[in-house]
């Protein structure tokens, strides 16, 4: 390092980033504005700096309330720092205090920027001694000193006015540096150097006239007035002046041939005794470069993105800028083979040649840009000695070189834009390839390409190409296991086939248990020094501490994803910092994106954080994240459940601990019960997996409860029964009795909803039997309410009368009006049943105007479903109609499917009544999409039932009697007395013309429709 020196003691830095030494190794100065502070410190050169003056220094006008109080803090940071033992109390001997100031005192050398005036200095007085050569070295020594741009790091007003000084401080050395050398006659070999040096300020007009100089002593009059004409015309375009009058002057002697502008007045003292050249070396012609590696002679699939690419690459328009393409991706994706599958079909295209470098960004020994270039210009045909040592002029020059060349240029394995900034030609007419595992969003004018894992049928192909054709045709269901167990990964996909090819024994069957289990399959993905592990190490080890606790804690999870609330749950942050760290992910291709705020990872990627976190955090730091998300989804439901139900007990009797999201109404609530679905239920069976105890296992089994509202959208009826089978087997085994009560009345509601009644009201009774003996209250009122739906279903319309009673009750001794409402409503087909009307309308009355003054929409919505079945079966149908519409609508805004498909029936009921006979046809149609749509067997039955009615009332007989069939056979498989009622349709159907009678005997019954 420039700034770092050999000797002991300490050394600083500031003609690069901000930096310090202490006997040669590296001291940490902390944080940006610590690094201003100190930075403007060492510039004062022990002058003492008031508090005010460096407020004003480092902050400017966006200097917070409470800056002095940050500035002490600072300060006695960097003490400590650069004294670390310097006892307590002690008087600090160099950051010291003056006054109300601050000074840092140091010896002469330990600061680069007095070593680099000292340098410069002493080169002053060697040239005026006539010692030339000593002078370019000492110049020489002194650029050396700077290592990028001054200042780097610092921020604030002052640290910007000083970067600008040295910066131009150092440029001023260069031109004497550059005068140094053709007073020596050293023109042949600057001219790169200069060419870098006027392509970095094209308007400085001194670097310009030694370029002029160097071209016209090197033999090429035509390059030096070329450089003349650039010159003016970059002038009057940007600055609407001519040349000055030195240029000026330079350009009529060198038009005139001057004698005296051929070679310095004397040789350099060390080549005084060497003849000079009798006449200039003719300019050599540069090579064509072809650094492309080889392409992958089975590459496989891509035929979409290839022909995209090599549009991009080839449609070259000098109005569009220089092509550059940047292709992201996961680790193994393919991004290489693609990029040198492309590179070498457009060839021709350029046909200077390519150039190639892996830029290693992933690694611990990352390609500089500044090496990088060395070998392009060393492939150029630039020779090493000429080569400038600087980044910025090493740059210059290669866009110089490349100003009028047709190269393309492939930049594989970068780690980020400012690697690739420097290595980007400046010509329109070449083209970049730039392959990384970020997406290199701020890469200037780069069409971003993100590629995804291969379509099954590329990754079969590729499968084939390496493992042998005939073997995989021979097993293709095999082999569609096999790359869909290596998530389709190129990599991974090519690792195993090269292992089936070099077994001949095997079998692609054999490779499906071995890649089965998860545990294992990361050790299987790997041959010779393939591993697809160690490709993911790669891009793992280049995260910040942050991201990767991120990365491991994220793995977590058993949902197929995330959303970034949820995430900020695991990871114990806010939203706003838990996003920022997971868009960080997504652009080092490790996690994805698939819609905006939710995440996931690869299959592969996954397996590979999960064993990372096995062998990074602790257990109690798992079980910990897990519990933070499984808090979050239980408080979130909470509210969509307080939302959804307005009025219910469950909410507040739910052990909530943490915060979730709220809603601003029940649709929403239920839109996110129905999003999360697949998330929350892979977070309630990884509980039950886990728990051990009551208290662990009680948030899922809350949770299950909590998320009622979503068994209703008829969406995820299947994970409803696993997931509450799977909480309530380990609540019995554990002997979790709380749990076990939750757990059954949502299986009961489950088996309900597949009109398995027995088994619901066995469920349900034993609800009610643990509520009593435990004392707990969180369902009684529902359970009570369910029982007699479930045994109003059956029939025994007394009993379910009595359950009602018992139900109101103790929804009035709790003093819950909602609870009294859902029992009026419910309760009126009972009294339907046993052949009240007046009671039942009485009853569906009283329970929408209770719904009504509560405010409650849902309850509202199914008071009318009811109080529209009652009004339809006395004959006031157009009342019915009414309110049916009216509960439609808000059950279809709420994305409630089971609801809309049984009031879809209910509506079309009734306009049979009312004869009404197409209208009624379509909303039992529509009542027969939703139902299967949402895999609700006894609502399919109920809806072919009304659609066999609606069907013959428009004459329709054969369709009539072959949704009749349809729905006998239902109802006959789930045990529903429905069956019978099919039946004398049926029945009655034949005996009306028995050349509609079903060869197949049916079992028997009358009114068609009763359900919940």
């Known amino acids: ?243 000055g009058p030195e240029l000026s002057a330079l350009h009529q002697r060198i038009l005139a041939a001057d ?26 012609e540069l090579p064509r470069p072809a650094q492309l590696p080889a392409a992958a002679g089975d590459f496989t699939g891509r035929k979409e993105v290839t022909g995209r690419l090599r549009m991009l690459l080839s449609a070259q328009s000098p109005s569009e800028g220089l092509p550059v393409v940047a292709i992201s991706g996961i680790g193994g994706v393919g991004k290489t083979a693609l990029a040198v599958h492309v590179a070498h079909l457009v060839d021709d295209a350029f046909p200077d040649g390519q150039l190639y470098a892996d830029l290693r960004g992933y690694t611990d020994e990352a390609t500089s840009p500044e090496s990088a270039l060395g070998g392009f210009l060393r492939a150029l045909g630039i020779p090493a000695d000429v080569i400038p040592d600087g980044l910025a002029e090493r740059s210059a020059l290669y866009r110089s070189i490349l100003a009028d060349r047709r190269i393309l240029v492939l930049l594989d394995n970068a780690r980020d834009a400012e690697q690739v900034g420097p290595l980007l030609p400046g010509s329109t007419g070449c083209a970049a390839v730039v392959t990384s595992r970020v997406k290199l969003a701020d890469l200037p004018s780069a069409k971003l390409v993100d590629l995804d894992v291969m379509e099954p049928d590329e990754a079969l192909s590729l499968f084939s190409a390496v493992a042998g054709a005939e073997r995989v045709s021979a097993e293709h269901g095999a082999a569609m296991d096999v790359v869909a167990a290596c998530g389709f990964l190129p990599l991974a996909v090519r690792i195993v086939a090269a292992r089936l090819a070099a077994r001949p024994s095997w079998t692609v069957a054999s490779l499906v248990p071995r890649l089965a289990d998860e545990q294992r399959r990361l050790d299987e993905l790997r041959v010779g020094t393939m591993a697809v592990e160690a490709t993911f190490a790669l891009g793992y080890g280049q995260l910040e501490a942050v991201q990767a606790r991120a990365f491991r804690l994220l793995s977590l999870p058993n949902g197929p994803d995330i959303a970034v609330d949820a995430a900020a749950a695991v990871l114990s942050m806010s939203m706003l910092d838990a996003e920022e760290v997971l868009e960080s992910l997504v652009d080092a291709s490790l996690l994805e994106a698939p819609a905006p705020g939710r995440y996931r990872f690869h299959d592969l990627l996954k397996l590979f954080a999960r064993r990372v976190l096995d062998r990074t955090e602790r257990p109690q730091a798992m079980t910990m994240a897990l519990r933070r998300l499984l808090g979050f989804y239980l408080a979130s439901a909470q509210s969509a459940h307080r939302l959804a139900y307005e009025g219910s007990m469950i909410p507040d009797n739910l052990v909530v601990v943490g915060s979730g999201r709220t809603f601003a109404s029940a649709e929403e609530a239920v839109a996110w019960l129905i999003a999360e679905g697949d998330a929350l239920f892979a977070a309630i069976n990884q509980a039950a997996a886990a728990a051990r105890t009551g208290d662990q296992l009680l948030p899922a089994a809350d949770l299950l409860v909590a998320m009622e509202p979503l068994l209703e959208s008829g969406t995820h009826t299947r994970e409803f029964d696993q ?285 068609p429709v009763v359900e919940s």
Not at 799 to 812: C, G, H, I, K
Not at 881 to 900: D, I, N, P, T
Not at 997 to 1004: G, L, W
């Open 1 to 243: 390092m420039a700034g770092e020196s050999g000797e002991g003691g300490l050394k600083f830095a500031v003609l690069g980033p901000v930096r310090a030494w202490r006997d040669g190794r590296e001291l940490d100065l902390g944080t940006p504005l610590q690094r201003s502070i100190i930075g403007m410190l060492l510039l004062r050169e022990g002058h003492a700096i008031t508090p005010n003056e460096m407020i004003d220094g480092v902050w400017g006008e966006d200097a917070p309330p409470r800056a002095l109080g940050a500035l002490r803090t600072y300060v006695s940071r960097l003490r400590t720092v650069l004294e670390p033992d310097r006892p307590a109390r002690s008087r600090p001997e160099l950051l010291t205090s003056i006054g109300r100031g601050y000074a840092l005192r140091l010896p002469a050398d330990a600061l680069d920027l007095a070593r680099f005036e000292r340098d410069v200095a002493a080169a002053e007085t060697a040239r005026k001694a006539g010692r030339t050569d000593q002078a370019a070295r000492l110049l020489r020594a002194a650029l050396a000193l700077f290592e990028g741009e001054p200042l780097a790091g610092a921020v604030g007003p002052y640290a910007e006015h000083q970067r600008d000084r040295l910066i131009e401080r150092r440029i001023s050395v260069v031109e004497t540096l550059m005068d140094v050398d053709l007073q020596r006659g050293d023109h042949a070999r600057i001219v790169p150097e200069l060419i870098a040096l006027t392509a970095d300020h094209p308007l400085r007009e001194k670097p310009r006239a030694q370029l002029m100089l160097a071209h016209y002593r090197c033999g090429r009059q035509g390059d030096a007035l070329a450089v003349f004409t650039e010159t003016r015309e970059a002038l009057v375009e940007e600055l609407g002046v001519e040349p």
């Open 259 to 284: 004698p005296t502008l051929l070679a310095p007045a004397e040789l350099s003292d060390e080549h005084a005794d060497e003849p000079a050249d009798e006449e200039p070396a003719p300019a050599h």
């Open 723 to 1007: 997931s509450t089978r799977a909480v309530l087997a380990t609540a019995q085994r554990i002997g979790d009795r709380a749990s076990q009560l939750r757990a059954r009345y949502v299986l009961g509601r489950v088996l309900f909803a597949g009109n398995r009644l027995r088994d619901a009201e066995e469920h349900f009774r034993a609800v009610y039997d643990l509520s009593l003996a435990r004392g707990e209250q969180i369902v009684t009122g529902e359970v009570l309410n369910a029982l007699a739906v479930v045994v109003g279903r059956q029939r025994r319309h007394t009993e379910a009368l009595a359950l009602f009673d018992a139900a109101m009750r103790f929804y009035r001794d709790h003093d819950v009006p909602a609870g009294e409402a859902l029992v009026l409503s419910y309760s009126a087909r009972e009294h339907l049943g046993l052949g009240r009307p007046d009671d039942a309308i009485a009853a569906a009355e009283r329970g929408l105007a209770l719904f009504t003054e509560i405010g409650s929409g849902a309850g509202t919505a199914r008071a009318r479903y009811h109080l529209g079945i009652v009004l339809s079966r006395v004959g006031r149908l157009t009342e019915a109609v009414h309110h049916h519409a009216e509960c439609l609508a808000f059950f279809r805004a709420g994305k409630q499917r089971v609801w809309e498909q049984r009031v879809c029936s209910r509506l079309a009921e009734t306009l049979i009544a009312a004869e009404r006979y197409p209208d009624a046809v379509r909303h039992a149609e529509q009542a027969l999409l939703v139902s299967r749509e949402i895999g609700h067997p006894y609502g399919e039955a109920l809806s072919l039932t009304v659609l066999g009615r609606a069907l013959r009332g428009l004459g329709n007989a054969a369709r009539s009697l072959d949704c009749l069939r349809q729905a006998f056979d239902i109802f006959s498989r789930l045990g529903a007395p429905e069956a019978g009622d099919i039946k004398a349709l049926l029945d009655a159907a034949a005996v009306a013309d028995p050349s509609l009678a079903d060869p197949v005997a049916h079992p028997v019954a009358a009114d």
